[in-house]
């Protein structure tokens, strides 16, 4: 039969990053263009010796129903961590356990917006979010990124437009893709506008643990005195994304519409991840751990950076404090889709960076690799392809 | 801040059961209310052997992103074991494995329904099917059911109606709340008039392989010949609810939309859910499991219907061929909630049957009891709760 698809889906097209994944089963094939985290960095062995202990102990707790905002245990657990630099959640907030940040995202999306209603996004950003946003019927609005973060008169601009947005998505902490950091200063001036214009902050922190170079900064929802930020965070960067464990903090009155939206998708979230989860933050020593995996992050970033100055002198990139993405700007006679292709040809995949756009039609010069996935071999590999492209781009 | 939620989940109310079981702490509590599978039913030392094997031998492979689809030797295994006795999966058909059978409820809702469209449901029906329809802005029309499943003429006018429903939600095998099945002719003429009015049937069997008496009747998905039929089945009632896995087949241009909808939610299914799925479908004998399964909710159910039979004759209710449930019907001269209050007052839970209504302020007097979950011991204690109720409140 001819399936008549909703208004808010029809025409919404996969996630470009999925669709290239899909497509690596190519052993040869170089990927920067994924986000997943390096696998050495998963606390597999321990990870093996609770999931066994968990499971001789304690085998119906794992396995049966529980409840949807979470294993009580372990939301304990992880609102402890939430709040172990900051008080990040607050005596009117709530945290919920989900299956991930981007269920966030979407449950967000589901709860505050309306089909025709806009959101403000920074732009470029992460592309699933957009994605998650755009299945409600959304419009997005970006507004555009400085070396600090947001722009600030622009994003007062959108907030004092009509229709006013729903809320201002941002990822203060080594965003995707572009790996800038949102000041201190424009975090306040963020949650400042957030509280005049009445616009929520949806605050997606996922890279936040993986701090490389520089000082730490609060997030905006540590600011928040009045229930304006919505805060996002996850487990897929600090433990491991196929468990799919993320939780979220905001005011209780917003956290209970989050918790029909998710008792009417998947009900709860997986108990065994829940269970892993909380017994990682209460007996494995967890700051050692997310120094360990810095360490890889800081050593597999700089070694991308070395190569690419010595390399590819004429692709120009921000240096990010943390996060898994460097984003390249190509020089103006390099055109960036012939870039990408070529590259892709010679067996290297990045991602291009119109992708990130709100609008994709934008001219771009960018594009984004990640540093997390690959091997040292493979970046030194996949950096020297860059090179030979940039050679023969250049030669014509 | 003041939050406005959005239209569709404005007035949203979390699921009754779910809120009657987050407030059974209390250990005293008889519980006829919830919907969990038996855990005696778990197949505990398998799912347990086979993590530790997985999370020895491919940690990276269980700990890691993975695809929106499913992990393709899960969904391999669960498309062979899908189609083991009928033809399910259709070669114009795709299958994808998600985070329980809700969330299947969800997405199809999300990319078949726009706000204010019609859904047509059996009524009763399960109530948390309308909780995910109700939260895309849906308005539910329902369909009374007869003792072989679901009033034909009824549906007929339901599909000429316009607007037209955007699917018909029904539950062939057991219904929750009712326990009736849908029988071999019902299944025939509902595909028919799919056919005919050009409404898709959501088709979902939970329970499907927990019958306890009675032959096997073919799903309506296995006549489907034009991709009408969409089918959701679940692990959580012959594996573990835990785990939160489940798949849907259906036609791969509406699957396309799904998969979208996921990437945009919880991006894929815990891995780590999908690999232990897979190895117990190809590693223990499934057909024995389900069978003893089986013999654990037929010897439940006898003794429940034994009980009432004995201690409150007063209560009717369907001899069900499967599933977990009884539904009761109290005589006229007992006021149903009244009945389900003072149940409860002496520590016995059951679902006022209006919770199942599309329409809750209907006059009704049934009630749902689960037989899954109690011990036969708390199924005697449950009984005569209910039969000294009945008593105190006839001689009043």
């Known amino acids: 039969m001819d399936f008549q698809i909703s208004n808010r889906m029809r025409g919404m097209k996969p996630s470009v990053i999925r669709e290239i994944l899909k497509q690596m089963s190519d052993p ?44 009580p245990a372990a939301r304990e657990a992880v609102r402890k961590f939430a709040n172990r630099h900051y008080s990040v959640v607050k005596a009117n907030d709530d945290l919920i356990l989900v299956s991930g940040s981007q269920q966030i995202l979407d449950f967000v999306t ?20 957009f994605l998650s946003f755009r299945c409600y019927g959304t419009k997005l609005v970006g507004v555009s990124m400085e070396e600090d973060g947001v722009n600030l008169e622009e994003l007062e601009k959108v907030f004092a437009a009509e229709p006013k947005p729903r809320f201002f998505y941002c990822i203060p902490n080594f965003q995707n893709p572009t790996g800038r950091t949102m000041s201190e200063a424009k975090r306040k001036a963020v949650y400042a506008l957030s509280v005049k214009y009445g616009v929520p902050v949806l ?16 997030p905006i929802k540590s600011l928040d005195e009045t229930g304006n930020v919505i805060y996002a965070a996850s487990f897929s960067k600090i433990m491991c994304p196929g468990m799919r464990l993320a939780y979220c903090v905001c005011d209780k009155t917003l956290m209970k519409s989050l918790v029909i939206a998710k008792q009417g998708s998947d ?58 993405f460097l984003w390249g700007t190509l020089p103006e006679n390099v055109q960036m889709q012939d870039f990408v292709k070529r590259c892709l040809d010679k067996k290297l995949a990045v991602v291009p960076g119109n992708a990130f756009l ?9 594009f984004r690799m990640n540093f997390s996935t690959p091997t040292k071999q493979q970046i030194k590999m996949g950096v020297e392809i860059m090179a030979a492209v940039l050679r023969e781009m250049q030669l014509q």
């Not at 065994?272 to 007996?283: D, F, G, K, M, V």
């Open 110 to 129: 589901k709860c505050l917006c309306n089909e025709g209603d806009v959101v403000a996004v920074e732009n470029p950003a992460f592309l699933g979010a």
């Open 203 to 218: 605050e997606d922190d996922p890279y936040g643990e993986l701090r490389i170079a520089g000082q730490a900064i609060a």
């Open 267 to 324: 009900v709860h979230t997986n108990v065994w991840s829940q269970r892993i989860c909380a017994e990682l933050l209460t007996r494995m020593d967890m700051e050692a751990h997310i120094q360990e995996i810095r360490g890889i992050y800081r050593e597999k970033a700089q070694w991308m950076m070395q190569l690419l100055d010595e390399k590819c002198p004429e692709i120009r990139y921000i240096r990010p404090e943390g996060g898994m």
């Open 358 to 366: 709100v609008d994709e039609n934008q001219p771009c010069q960018n």
């Open 28 to 71: 040869e094939l170089i990927s920067f263009a994924g986000g997943n985290p390096a696998a050495d960095s998963f606390p597999a062995k321990e990870i093996a010796q609770f999931s066994a202990e968990m499971l001789e102990q304690d085998p119906v707790g794992v396995l049966q129903y529980s409840v949807t905002e979470g294993v």
